[in-house]
């Protein structure tokens, strides 16, 4: 029933932008969490960038600073903007809801889309 559908991804050179969009479909909840993940070949899937259900937003330390995480609540469009890329970024991004719990706290993310891949090369 939830639908995912992640856009935006690339190649680009270190030091460069991208900036990635997530379409929601079929989570119904008046509110609730946001998050981007990323997994590179051979490593756990990792959480980057998160929009708890007040609209409180947290980053990963690798990438705080440099990554900017909103949603468009009317559109259903969570987007990932992401600035000053390095070859360790490089990874498939997912994107995921769930509900959520207490202050930048959320229950268990379970469904993932297809991903979009970043590749970042110096």
């Known amino acids: 029933q939830v639908q995912l559908a992640e856009s935006g991804g690339g190649s680009v050179q270190a030091g460069g932008s991208l900036r990635l969009s997530c379409s929601v479909s079929g989570y119904t909840y008046p509110k609730y969490c946001m998050a981007w993940f990323r997994q590179a070949p051979g490593k756990e899937r990792e959480r980057v960038a998160q929009v708890d259900g007040d609209g409180l937003t947290s980053y990963a330390e690798s990438v705080k600073g440099r990554f900017t995480v909103y949603r468009d609540s009317a559109k259903n469009t969570l987007y990932l903007e992401m600035n000053s890329l390095k070859p360790e970024d490089t990874a498939m991004y997912y994107c995921?809801?769930?509900?959520?719990?207490?202050?930048?706290?959320?229950?268990?993310?379970?469904?993932w889309g297809q991903g979009t891949q970043v590749t970042v090369s110096s």
């Open positions: 995921s809801p769930a509900q959520p719990a207490t202050i930048l706290r959320c229950l268990e993310y379970k469904f």
